[in-house]
């Protein structure tokens, strides 16, 4: 990644500006941080650039940093009195295994990697945040985190930045975090009381046998067929084993074997994830599909490892930091549309692993003003309407300015 300069403003240039005056005067370097991270993304556990742009440029606003948190992890401290509370606000940095089809000057120039689900600019959102929470430090009453987190795709970065130490020195008493929506109006806030997101689990599947010809397979163990009994019956599991009532789903997304047409393998590999919004519920999930998987390899003669990887809790936000925000919005934010979700979300967010250490809120920034803005998460072709992070970056600041 190309070294991107510092910001132009510096904090102090503000100091004698309202809010809304300093989000808008910051707006342009929040756009060019967005669009130079959109150009540049890199992966989960590889956010070595990205990293180090948030690490300078909170340095230049005069902020404490700490880097290489849980991998590439960054902690920026605004401490007004170390006797204050503590706010957390957060933000992820990683990008997904994706190739970038958009056509236009900011799109992607590494191959198969693309910032799909709004990461750039949760970043730069933060950044502007921190840039202007520092040129109203006086006004402050609280101490802020500026959390930067890695590894949000493979579900892995929150909870290794908790368990690297990032609350070892203070303990914040509320957190919060934004993600980008395209299906909502481009500046409007989604808010949702309880459950936000789902538990998500991602697994994987290896079936062995004894592989020969095709044209003999009683001699053989055909593992994609063993595999194929399998998914099918994993598959089952929602519709057949599962309450109804309580939300899940499970999706085989990757499946691999065999090098010939004429030639039965001896391994086949799949690989998927399950998301509920109910913890019960999500563990009969495990326990029937270790069944199953075991059971059926042992029926056809096969053997099968199953490897779990609990990814992420069910995201549940607090009652009274919602009702706390949706006020600050009301009051500060009088042109901006707040929009109650009526259901949650069956993607997994990690940020739940922050909320089960500190209460807290996830809000979705509405993105979509047209037929560019409105392709859904992890599409080749997903973009945001630029305009809408100046809403996100007011409502973060607010979040901190009126958090008493």
Known sequence: MPKITAPKVTA?????????????????????????????????????????LVAETCATLGLAVRKNIGGHGVLA????????????????????????????DYHSSVAQVAHACGHDAHTAMLLGAAHVLSSMKNQLHTNVAFIFQPAEETCAG???????????????????????????PSGSIGLREGVMCAAADMFDVEISGHGGHAARPHECTDVILVASHIIQSLHHIVSRLINPQYAAVLTVGQIHGG???????????????????????????????????????????????????????????????????????EQHLPDVSLIDIAEPSMGGEDFAEFLKEVPGC?????TGSGPETRYPL????????????????????????RNT
């Open 158 to 184: 929150a909870a290794s930045m908790l368990a690297d130490g990032l609350f070892a020195e203070f303990q914040p008493q509320s957190i919060y975090a934004f993600h980008v929506y395209p299906y909502l």
């Open 77 to 104: 401290t605004l401490i007004v009195d170390h006797k204050l509370p503590w706010t957390a606000l957060r933000a992820d940095m990683d990008a997904l295994p994706l190739q970038d089809s958009k056509d236009n």
């Open 378 to 401: 992890h599409h080749p072709c997903f973009d945001i309407d630029e305009q809408a992070m100046q809403t996100g970056v007011h409502a973060l600041a607010l979040l901190a300015l």
């Open 12 to 52: 102090p240039e503000q100091e004698c500006m309202s809010l809304p005056d300093a989000v808008s005067a910051f707006m342009p370097e929040v756009i060019r941080l967005r669009r130079h991270l959109h150009q540049f993304p890199e992966l989960s556990g590889h956010e070595i650039h990205t990293a180090q």
């Open 362 to 366: 996830l809000f979705r920034l509405g």
């Open 259 to 329: 090098h010939a047409g004429n030639v039965i393998p001896e391994k086949v590999t799949f690989s998927g994830t399950f998301r509920s919004l109910n913890p019960e519920t999500h563990e009969q999930i495990r326990i029937k599909m270790d069944r199953i998987i075991r059971m059926t390899a042992e029926t056809w003669g096969t053997t099968a490892q199953f490897s779990l990887r609990r990814a992420t809790p069910v995201l549940s936000n607090d009652t009274r930091q919602l009702t706390h925000a949706r006020e600050i919005f």
